[in-house]
T-cell receptor, first 113, second 111 residues
């Protein structure tokens, strides 16, 4: 079975630009969460979606937004990129919101210049 | 104060040694205690998790939780070079989706 997939694997943007990151969950998983991992730190929770509805949001500015599609895939959008947005963006999927096992994808490495 | 504090690394141990990894947390509502392993430039993978206080063993790995002192531990016995990775503790509340990660401890096992 395919695991969580994310695209692109790497991305270079300049300050002020917009970026869209994509995630496909494991087949049968309806919940997708997004995390930001800055180098040398643990992942920080950004969003969680379940059945196409936002169920939780971390302490991130409104420049960050996300959505989930009918096939349960998800997009994370970041507007007006800052240098500090450079990080590994991780997507995790699980069966439902309370499921204890979240499976992470390989991440998208974003560099903002 | 961060919600989860993890012993800073890095740790370098010889092959076959016991590795001890520790975290403390402040949120008494945490009920699930996860340990993730992350290889360089990869996503985290779940090693094991414990519900509430107690011990759990899985092969060479043992997880311990002491809720009275808000202390989480992971022990790796007979460590192997393939265990070289960053280990992240990640507790969460019941019926909650949000994982609160520690900063991670990077372990190197020398052959």
């Amino acid at each position: 079975d395919a695991g969580v997939t994310q695209s692109p694997t790497h991305l270079i943007k300049t300050r002020g630009q917009h970026v869209t990151l994509r995630c496909s969950p494991i087949s049968g998983h309806k919940s997708v969460s997004w995390y930001q991992q800055v180098l040398g730190q643990g992942p920080q929770f950004i969003f969680q979606y379940y059945e196409k509805e936002e169920r939780g949001r971390g302490n991130f500015p409104d420049r960050f937004s996300a959505r989930q599609f009918p096939n349960y895939s998800s997009e994370l959008n970041v507007n007006a990129l800052l240098l500090g947005d450079s990080a590994l963006y991780l997507c995790a999927s699980s069966v439902d919101t309370g499921e204890e096992t979240q499976y992470f994808g390989p991440g998208t490495r974003l560099l903002v210049l | 104060q961060k919600e989860v504090e993890q012993d800073p690394g890095p740790l370098s141990v010889p092959e076959g040694a016991i590795v001890s990894l520790n975290c403390t947390y402040s949120n008494s509502a945490f009920q699930y205690f996860m340990w993730y392993r992350q290889y360089s430039r990869k996503g985290p993978e779940l090693l094991m998790y414990t519900y509430s206080s107690g011990n759990k063993e899985d092969g060479r790995f043992t997880a311990q939780v002491d809720k009275s002192s808000k202390y989480i531990s992971l022990f790796i016995r007979d460590s192997q070079p393939s265990d070289s990775a960053t280990y992240l503790c990640a507790p969460r509340r019941s019926n909650d989706y949000k994982l609160s990660f520690g900063a991670g401890t990077t372990v190197t096992v020398r052959a």
